[in-house]
């Protein structure tokens, strides 16, 4: 009762006009960043950091909550229409989003994809209004040492699980616990890799860091990938009847709720997150649907459960960020940091210290599902509209202001000249494959740990047995061993689905156009598209021979 009155309370404060009005901007502006490819909700909140300053924290956390649950859905959208995810976690709803929307039935597809979001996003918020709470009271009493067990097992988690490859992602890491170095150490006051350079004695700004990996990175890389041209559009049937009907209505329901009870639990650990889930909910939906034949054709399931789950693990990445101050994305690592810079830091005390807040967050997700679902559902067309946009004009623009928030951080120009190193490594490390979230998620746990890493020897007198020896510690690590090979043998089905994905699109057009479209998404083509294109590029010149050979005779 204690968590209903509390809610109750945060919804006295959300549903006042200006926390509504910042409510709404936040969704508004995650739909309209989740709709363009490449632009996602940590691209986002990283451009705003710098300007929200002067926001209320309350206002300016609810706001990039927001944009967090706006970009799941926006995301959508593209996949359906333009076969064009606007986000990661929208890959797998391209697979039948947009078969439906060539078949015609692109009202309905993005209908299910709305409808199940809300209410997958209602009942994972409302798991999180009931354990977040039970699990922050359980964590107060954690020691250091077990404090680093929990540090360590989101290092090699998502060193581990985001990525191509588990070297690139440690290598990640690694890039983001240097940088968490470079500064004054606070037990001894020693400077470390500053190069006698007075701007970097108070360490490199986590928002500079943001910012750079993903505004100047992330726009460098997309506007370097994708091609100019008119974008085809699929068009959109209005009307309420063209939406869903009854059939539609009985295949959705269980995908909705088998999508938010796979998503929820995914989310909260650190094993890759939204894109997981959708991935495993596809699977789930075509081994237990009865419509098996349709899937790749167009199966209403295939974009159900998908979108439920994704929006569900969004709610479920929520908690252990608010209980235990742990990111477990990329968009989570850049809220933590959003967090601390109004001074909170969330974890265990958070929900003491900053009750009025959390709960105020917790009811603003709430409000921001039902005006979700009232933007999506009738203004999809207007959504899609974005992408006529010059690039040149949005990636230009995207530049600018990250420049301008950088320099008002601190008002130095080396500040800017920290973002131009930082955005040219995180263009580097995308070129190659590299994830960017480990390492914004180690300079933001880094010196965290180091500092819980202190406490614990200096409790134990040095004895780095202790580390282990507590029970909930070595409870971690034990549990690390099983969310690393669970969470591996995730990738494995997630990246066999890829596989089929890509096949998919080999299958309905030429080889050379499937490659093309391929680069345009930002992916590699695989040898076996590119043997094709050889084979293809042959067979045209064996024709166009004997073409000759008869115009001769």
Known sequence: MDNISLLLQGFATAVQPEYLLFAFIGV????AVGVLPGIGPAMTVALLLPLTYSLPPTAAIITFAGIYYGGMYGGSTTSILLNTPGESASVITAIEGNKMAKLGRGAAALATAAI??????????????LFAPVIAGFAVNLAPADFVALIVVAFITVGALLGSSVSRGIASLGIGLFIGLVGTEQTTGQARYTMGMLALSDGISVVLVAVALFAVGEALYVAARLRSGPIPIIPVTRGWRSWM?????????????????????????????ADVATFLSYATEKRFSRHKKQFG?????????????????????????????????????????????????????????????????????????VLLLVLNLPLAGIWVKLLQIPRPYLYAGILTFAALGAYAVRFSTIDVLI??????????MRRFGYPVAPLIVGLILGPMG??????????????????????FAATCYAVLIVLVTAGLWLKRRQNRYERALEASLAATTSPAAAVDRLWDEGERPSEVSTDAIRAEEATRLARAARRDRHDER
Do not use: C
Not at 28 to 31: A, C, K, M, P
Not at 116 to 129: D, E, K, P, Q, R
Not at 246 to 266: C, Q, V
């Open 116 to 129: 199940g979001s809300f209410v997958a996003g209602t009942i994972a918020t409302a798991l999180l209004t």
């Open 28 to 31: 508004l502006v995650g739909t």
């Open 245 to 273: 009907s009854r059939e539609d209505w009985r295949r959705s329901w269980k995908p909705w709720l088998r999508g938010t009870a796979i998503g929820f639990p995914i989310g909260t650990i650190p094993a890759g997150g």
């Open 450 to 471: 180091e500092q819980q890493l202190r406490k614990a020897l200096q409790l134990s007198q040095g004895n780095m047995g202790d580390l282990v020896l507590h029970p």
């Open 419 to 428: 973002l131009l190193i930082v955005g040219a490594l995180g263009y580097v």
């Open 297 to 369: 054709r167009g199966a209403i399931e295939g974009v159900a459960g998908p979108e439920a789950a994704n929006n569900a693990a969004a709610a479920g990445v929520l908690v252990p960020l608010l209980t235990l101050g742990l990111p477990t994305t990329a968009t989570a690592a850049i809220i933590i940091t959003a967090f601390q810079s109004y001074g909170i830091q969330p974890g265990p005390q958070l929900f003491q210290s900053q009750g009025d807040l959390v709960w105020a967050l917790i009811a603003s997700l709430y409000i921001g599902n």
